[in-house]
């Protein structure tokens, strides 16, 4: 992966309306997005040059935006065909792209009214989030997803993943590669940036109720694969003890894509068949190839 900051990188940025070079994309220190976090993004994979599921992340970008109570001041059609003009400027063959509008440095206080709505899309070169042969290690985070009540759960939105740097810095501290996070409840909730599946022995799926966090697309698409497969699927409550019983665990997102689970704290799992089988279809799913 490159090791240039991202602040010094090359090429173009679509920046309010059209490309500008990397290095003149710049915002204010008083930006309203940077001290209230009224931001929102999305995160896109390319794989061979194309953008997989680009409609459904710009519609959530949206719906992201008007949870937060901000209109993003350009139409979907627009941003959709600026992402392909930024992949495409970039020539980006397999990467990652990071659209991003957040509320502006008109005003400077907790009311945003009169803020401008800025918008950028950047986009990179980019390989597996994470080496999948053995299997990723994590701890268990002491900080909970927030009750649905009491933030914009269903949102991508900057502000919720502050729990997310915190829980991940100290699992990577701790010698663990990411967190599992519980629920407001005590429920196995999701990973910092992923969600979470387990399979039992007798070699069905169960998955938590997204209803706290974020129903990721990749999450959605897998769930897709496996029933096509004929795999029995449990969307459902799992209360942390249960882990002992399950004998495999994969989290999936679009970084993570579907990434094998060896270990959460003292729960050992074995990175199965099925879930190799799962991720070689995923795989064939966003490349458009036939899995073998």
């Given at each position: 992966m490159e090791s240039v900051p991202y602040d010094k990188r090359s090429g173009k940025i679509w920046f309010n309306g059209a490309p500008v070079n990397w290095s003149d994309v710049k915002i204010h220190v008083l930006s309203h997005g940077l001290h209230y976090a009224s931001c929102v993004f999305e995160g896109e994979r390319v794989y061979d040059g194309e953008i997989f599921k680009l409609e459904e992340h710009t519609e959530r970008l949206f719906h992201s935006a008007s949870r937060m109570g901000f209109k993003i001041p350009y139409s979907q059609e627009l941003l959709n065909k600026a992402t392909k003009d930024i992949v495409a400027i970039q020539k980006i063959k397999n990467g990652y792209v990071r659209p991003v509008a957040w509320?502006?440095?008109?005003?400077?206080?907790?009311?945003?009214?009169?803020?401008?709505i800025n918008v950028a899309i950047a986009a990179w070169e980019w390989g597996p989030y994470y080496d999948i042969n053995k299997g990723i290690r994590l701890n268990i985070s002491k900080w909970k997803r927030p009750a649905p009540d009491t933030i914009p759960w269903d949102t991508k939105a900057s502000g919720l993943y502050m729990i997310c740097t915190l829980s991940?810095?100290?699992?990577?501290?701790?010698?663990?590669?990411?967190?599992?996070?519980?629920?407001?409840?005590?429920?196995?909730?999701?990973?910092?940036?992923?969600?979470?599946?387990?399979?039992?022995?007798?070699?069905?799926?169960?998955?938590?109720?997204?209803?706290?966090?974020?129903?990721?697309?990749?999450?959605?698409?897998?769930?897709?694969?496996?029933?096509?497969?004929g795999i029995k699927i449990f969307e459902r409550k799992i209360k942390p003890e249960e882990m002992i019983d399950f004998v495999g665990c994969f989290l999936t997102g679009t970084a993570a894509e579907v990434t094998p689970v060896s270990q959460i704290d003292k729960y050992k799992f074995t990175v199965c068949d099925l879930i190799k089988d799962l991720s070689k279809s995923y795989q064939a799913l966003v490349r458009k190839k036939t899995a073998a």
């Amino acid at each position: 992966m490159e090791s240039v900051p991202y602040d010094k990188r090359s090429g173009k940025i679509w920046f309010n309306g059209a490309p500008v070079n990397w290095s003149d994309v710049k915002i204010h220190v008083l930006s309203h997005g940077l001290h209230y976090a009224s931001c929102v993004f999305e995160g896109e994979r390319v794989y061979d040059g194309e953008i997989f599921k680009l409609e459904e992340h710009t519609e959530r970008l949206f719906h992201s935006a008007s949870r937060m109570g901000f209109k993003i001041p350009y139409s979907q059609e627009l941003l959709n065909k600026a992402t392909k003009d930024i992949v495409a400027i970039q020539k980006i063959k397999n990467g990652y792209v990071r659209p991003v509008a957040w509320r502006g440095s008109e005003m400077m206080a907790i009311s945003a009214q009169q803020t401008k709505i800025n918008v950028a899309i950047a986009a990179w070169e980019w390989g597996p989030y994470y080496d999948i042969n053995k299997g990723i290690r994590l701890n268990i985070s002491k900080w909970k997803r927030p009750a649905p009540d009491t933030i914009p759960w269903d949102t991508k939105a900057s502000g919720l993943y502050m729990i997310c740097t915190l829980s991940k810095h100290e699992a990577e501290q701790q010698g663990f590669t990411d967190s599992l996070m519980f629920d407001f409840q005590g429920n196995i909730a999701e990973a910092t940036g992923a969600n979470i599946f387990f399979k039992n022995k007798s070699g069905e799926l169960h998955t938590p109720i997204a209803d706290s966090f974020l129903n990721g697309i990749t999450r959605r698409c897998v769930i897709d694969i496996a029933k096509s497969k004929g795999i029995k699927i449990f969307e459902r409550k799992i209360k942390p003890e249960e882990m002992i019983d399950f004998v495999g665990c994969f989290l999936t997102g679009t970084a993570a894509e579907v990434t094998p689970v060896s270990q959460i704290d003292k729960y050992k799992f074995t990175v199965c068949d099925l879930i190799k089988d799962l991720s070689k279809s995923y795989q064939a799913l966003v490349r458009k190839k036939t899995a073998a």
